[in-house]
């Protein structure tokens, strides 16, 4: 397994350019099943839940081309319905073909994901919602099976905000007969880029970016020709991070921070500076942080992917600062890593009080989860000392080239390839 090494201490400094988002390319990539014929997909992330999730539809039968972040994906020849606990262990985001092949081909027999590091993370909205627009739902050892002539339009209301039940019902909608409402719907701009990806396919999504969203069923999708992904908001901030707390100055080209606003304000009130210039956003670390509490919301509130990232920069800044986690209820995992490093966090609940140290010193620590193993890099590039973060594979699921993109702007960074 990968590891890597980083002796921190060091101010970033430089450009680097943000990639395709992956939880934008993960939907549209299932998406692509609504419809047959060839599909092109641009500025697609190199990550390993995007080869997963094309292995996954290449199994189904499509066909599947990865190459220079381009992904061309045939969906003439689908004929397997199934997606096996294999796959689906590894990526939850699988659940998502769930609806596109119900609502293209009639059935699916989809693994249900199980819970995850980060918490229970159940999907009774996506099938609520399924059911309701006609389908019929078995669970069978272990297996979702959902059947069903053709879809139908309904009302929906979806008591917890959910993204990737949102884009799930979206897509189950899209060839459905008749108009079905989503109320509640999440707002992130994943979901945006997914309903503006349909759209282009033929589809009549009004709403999307709204908690009501109103999607109006068509005969047949045309297939998506060189679409191109939104940049990754995810990363984009995981890099405002690393600029902040190194004292660094970045420039973050290709990024999109309307995507970013509550992010960006809570960071300015920290102390970092930020810039518009011609080449992308400048983002300038201060000598030392300020604390500043935070509570994680659905889009537009602050993003539960930036709560790690966003603490391991509290845990050097002046002060004491308390961060609440709302949407999942086990996503500390990083915090007892980052006290190894020195950090003094106590958690209650799903909250944390981090009252900031002067320097956080490196230490072997371990990656846990995909935001986690970036809250560890985040902190590794200040400490004191060498940081050897095991169990990267987290990483290498939503980064691309991170190790590389970091030590291109001045960090001293190594991965030990094992
Ligand atoms: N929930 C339910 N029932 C459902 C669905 C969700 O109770 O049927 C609950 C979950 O348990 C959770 C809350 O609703 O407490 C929100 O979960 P959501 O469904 O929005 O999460 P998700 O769609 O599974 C996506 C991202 C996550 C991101 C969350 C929240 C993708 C592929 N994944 O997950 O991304 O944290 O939304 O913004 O889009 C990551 O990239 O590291 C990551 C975990």
Redesign the pocket.
């Known amino acids: 397994m990968d590891k890597l090494v980083i002796r921190g201490g060091k101010p970033l400094k430089g450009e680097v350019r943000i990639s395709g988002a992956?939880?934008a390319a993960?939907?549209i990539m299932a998406s692509t099943i609504l419809a047959h014929g060839e599909h092109t997909i641009e500025r697609v992330p190199h990550l390993r839940?995007v080869m997963t999730m094309g292995r996954l539809l290449a199994n189904l039968g499509a066909g599947f081309h990865f190459e220079d972040n381009k992904t061309i994906l045939d969906c003439s020849k689908i004929n397997n319905f199934e997606a096996p606990y294999d796959l689906v262990k590894t990526m939850?985001?699988s659940v998502?073909v769930l609806c596109p092949l119900v609502a293209r081909f009639g059935r699916a027999k989809v693994s249900l994901p199980g819970g995850c590091a980060?918490?229970?993370?159940?999907?009774?909205?996506?099938?609520?919602g399924l059911e309701k627009m006609g389908a019929k739902i078995q669970l069978e050892s272990g297996y979702v099976i959902a059947k069903a002539n053709r879809l139908k339009g309904a009302s929906i209301y979806l008591?917890?905000?959910?993204?990737?039940?949102?884009?799930n019902l979206i897509m189950a909608a899209v060839l459905a007969k008749g108009t079905t409402i989503l109320e509640n719907a999440?707002r992130?701009p994943?979901v945006v880029d997914l309903a503006n990806c349909l759209i282009a396919m033929g589809a009549k999504i009004s709403g999307a970016g709204d908690s009501v969203i109103e999607i109006e069923g068509v005969d047949e999708l045309k297939p998506i020709n060189n679409y191109r992904i939104i940049p990754d908001r995810?990363e984009t901030g995981t890099f405002m991070a690393t600029a902040g707390i190194t004292g660094g100055d970045l420039v973050l080209k290709d990024c999109k921070p309307e995507h970013l606003d509550a992010v960006i304000m809570k960071l300015k009130d920290a102390g970092v500076v930020f810039k518009e210039t011609k080449k992308g956003l400048r983002v300038i670390g201060p000598e030392r942080l300020t604390a500043r509490d935070a509570k994680t919301i659905?889009?537009p509130g602050f993003?539960?992917?930036m709560q790690a990232q966003f603490m391991a920069m509290m845990t050097v800044a002046n002060g004491t600062s308390v961060i609440k986690e709302t949407?999942?209820?086990n996503r500390f995992m990083h915090v007892a890593e980052l006290k190894r490093m020195g950090a003094d966090i106590s958690i209650e609940g799903g909250t944390a009080t981090i009252k900031g140290v002067e320097k956080l010193k490196g230490a072997p620590v371990m990656a846990t989860?995909?935001?986690a193993s970036a809250s560890l890099v985040v902190a590794a590039l200040c400490a004191e000392g060498e940081t050897v973060i095991h169990r990267i594979y987290h990483l290498d699921r939503?980064y691309e080239k991170m190790d590389e993109k970091l030590r291109h702007v001045g960090a001293d960074i190594e991965r030990i390839t094992s």
């Open positions: 992956k939880n993960l939907p839940d939850r985001a998502l980060i918490g229970a993370r159940p999907i009774n909205l996506h099938l609520m008591d917890t905000i959910t993204v990737t039940g949102t884009e999440a992130e994943e995810i659905p889009y993003p539960t992917d949407v999942f209820e989860d995909l935001r939503g």
